[in-house]
């Protein structure tokens, strides 16, 4: 079970205005808080805040996140080293058949670095990249589809210096 609280309060006395902060804080297991708001492309400002995580930032990052997370575990076992691993992951927003808005695509764009004696060839990182998007939990529970299209042209691979 995953759990996380969820905390507004309301600071207006226009509140049936619409005329009230969409500000709230999000907590997770462990102490974690995080600032969280309605994205300044929805809720225009001051009612939202711009330095807060809205939650289609966070959709957002959380495909990339459990991508990533599957792609490292995957990658061990197959003793490759992996260094480093960015992403710039990009949601869209489309409409359904019923007109409603929703994020209709994230394209994860990872980079990522291996090092060690055991380099993986490009196939061996698409194929890693394609195994850990058949796994990731939240990609296998949404309509959204997801895109990964990895930077192999600068997939680094760096030797293991011998010992001198």
Same mark, same amino acid.
């Given at each position: 079970?995953?759990?996380? %609280?969820?905390?507004?309060?309301?600071? #207006?006395?226009?509140?049936? @205005?619409?005329?009230? $902060?969409? *500000?709230?804080?999000?907590? =997770?297991?462990?102490?974690?808080?995080?600032?969280?708001?309605?994205?300044?492309?929805?809720?225009?400002?001051?009612?939202?805040?711009?330095?807060?995580?809205?939650?289609? %930032?966070?959709?957002?990052?959380?495909? #990339?996140?459990?991508?990533? @997370?599957?792609?490292? $575990?995957? *990658?061990?076992?197959?003793? =490759?080293?992996?260094?480093?691993?960015?992403?710039?992951?990009?949601?869209?927003?489309?409409?359904?058949?019923?007109?409603?808005?929703?994020?209709?695509?994230?394209?994860?764009?990872?980079?990522?670095?291996?090092?060690?004696?055991?380099?993986?060839?490009?196939?061996?990182?698409? *194929?890693?990249?394609?195994?850990?998007?058949?796994?990731?939990?939240?990609?296998?529970?949404?309509?959204?589809?997801?895109?990964?299209?990895?930077?192999?042209?600068?997939?680094?691979?760096?030797?293991?210096?011998?010992?001198?």
């Amino acid at each position: 079970m995953y759990q996380a %609280e969820v905390v507004w309060k309301n600071d #207006s006395d226009k509140f049936t @205005l619409g005329r009230y $902060s969409r *500000a709230h804080l999000w907590r =997770f297991d462990g102490g974690v808080e995080v600032q969280a708001s309605a994205s300044p492309q929805v809720v225009p400002l001051p009612f939202s805040t711009e330095r807060a995580v809205d939650p289609e %930032e966070a959709f957002v990052a959380a495909l #990339s996140s459990c991508h990533m @997370l599957w792609f490292l $575990s995957l *990658a061990a076992k197959r003793g =490759f080293l992996v260094e480093s691993y960015l992403d710039r992951a990009i949601g869209e927003l489309g409409k359904d058949e019923e007109g409603r808005t929703y994020i209709a695509r994230v394209t994860l764009h990872p980079e990522v670095c291996f090092n060690g004696p055991l380099a993986p060839a490009v196939d061996d990182v698409k *194929a890693l990249h394609e195994a850990a998007h058949g796994q990731c939990f939240i990609a296998n529970s949404v309509k959204t589809e997801v895109l990964c299209n990895p930077r192999l042209q600068s997939t680094l691979i760096r030797p293991v210096s011998s010992p001198s």
